[in-house]
């Protein structure tokens, strides 16, 4: 895999640098390189959290622990109950730095920047987190 990726770049670069026509097009667009669909590649890429609200009216997510790479991290919050919920998310200082907006039966996304250390993720509906709809993101 690597010695095709190094290969095909090597081509790019022969063809790019000997050639000096008009073709600005092509030459703006990159090479097709998919980037790796896991979150375990090099720094930079971003990491999706799944978050859930069980069925029923329990006031909780049904993750207590999550984890993600420093960096851009996706929440994607699923709030199957009819109850609007969200999911805010704070440092250790008690900062809140994002979340989603309320949702009821349905999804909502959000997009915060992390750094290494540990995050609270909670709904903030007035009473929701004191009754425990909140849990721990850990960021390495
Ligand atoms: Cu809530």
Known sequence: MAVVAVV?????????GGSN????TAAATPPATTPPATTTGGGGGG???DISTPSG???A???KRVSA?????????????SLQHDVKVEDSSGQE????????????????AVQPGTYTFFCSVPGHREAGIQGTLTVK
């Open 8 to 16: 095909a770049s090597l081509g790019l670069a022969a063809c790019g």
């Open 21 to 24: 026509n008009n073709d600005t």
């Open 47 to 49: 990491s999706t959290v």
């Open 57 to 59: 009216s329990d006031l």
């Open 61 to 63: 997510f049904n993750q």
């Open 69 to 81: 790479k420093a960096g851009s991290v996706t929440i994607d919050f699923d709030n199957v109950q």
């Open 97 to 112: 730095i994002g979340g989603t907006d309320l949702v009821s039966s349905g999804t909502a996304p959000a997009t915060v």
